[in-house]
């Protein structure tokens, strides 16, 4: 079946710190790609998405592209900053009608001044 | 409503009593979503709604649970006779029709500890 493999957190950073969370998948067919983030006491948000091979989904300074060839969703961002602590969620859509969204375990970043 | 709301925020249970827990999904949304998620762990999936039917229902953990869904409205997640292994947030989400590239909206979900 589908699934989602993300690096194991906490991840500890400093304030302008390169950032890169992992994220391979395995699935059948055509998959859309997904980073979510969950900010203390807040409920999960989509950061940005994918749809298809090469494609880049890029929000509040995050960016992640879609490899089809190693499977990976990698999520990055050049300068942290603390405001980014929060738990980073990768997921996917097996498309072709499918309706659900596969998680992975979620890594947890604390960006520190 | 504004976002997807879900009550109790908290709740705190005895063994073998039962829960329901509550999600309003964003008004116009006619997909929901119900999924759990343990401490350290994923978020599992346990129920579809497209309206007020659930045509997948694959990810109920057990017969103590279950959910429905009052037309394209609100929709309660049921646990019978509660166990420690309970003891989970629980996620609902919604969405304007079934997924396909769709933005789900997640609320802030229901913490459910048994003791």
């Known amino acids: 079946g589908d699934s989602v493999t993300q690096m194991e957190g906490p991840v500890t950073l400093s304030e302008e710190a390169f950032l890169t969370i992992n994220c391979t998948y395995t699935?059948?067919?055509?998959?859309?790609l997904f980073w979510y983030v969950q900010y203390p006491g807040e409920g999960l948000q989509l950061l940005l998405k994918?749809?298809?091979?090469?494609d880049k989904g890029s929000n509040k300074g995050f960016e992640a592209t879609y490899r089809k060839e190693t499977t990976s969703f990698h999520l990055e961002k050049g300068s942290v900053q603390v405001s980014d602590s929060a738990v980073y969620f990768c997921?996917?859509?097996?498309?072709?009608?499918?309706?659900?969204?596969?998680f992975g375990k979620g890594t947890k970043l604390s960006v520190i001044p | 409503g504004a976002g997807v709301s879900q009550s109790p925020s908290n709740k705190v249970t005895e063994k073998g009593k039962d829960v329901e827990l509550r999600c309003d999904p964003i008004?116009?949304?006619?997909?929901l979503y119900w999924y759990r998620q343990r401490l350290g762990q994923g978020l599992e999936f346990l129920i579809y709604?497209?309206?007020?039917?659930?045509?997948?229902k694959s990810g109920l953990p057990s017969d103590r649970f279950s959910a429905e869904r009052t037309g394209e409205s609100v929709s309660t997640l049921t646990i019978q006779r509660t166990q420690q292994e309970d003891s989970a947030v629980y996620l609902c989400?919604?969405?304007?029709?079934?997924?396909?590239?769709?933005?789900?909206?997640f609320g802030e979900g229901s913490w459910l500890t048994v003791v």
């Open positions: 008004s116009g949304h006619t997909a």
């Open positions: 994918a749809t298809k091979a090469d």
């Open positions: 997921a996917l859509n097996a498309g072709a009608g499918s309706y659900q969204l596969t």
């Open positions: 699935a059948t067919g055509y998959p859309s």
């Open positions: 989400a919604s969405t304007r029709s079934g997924f396909s590239g769709n933005t789900i909206y």
């Open positions: 709604f497209q309206g007020n039917s659930a045509p997948d």
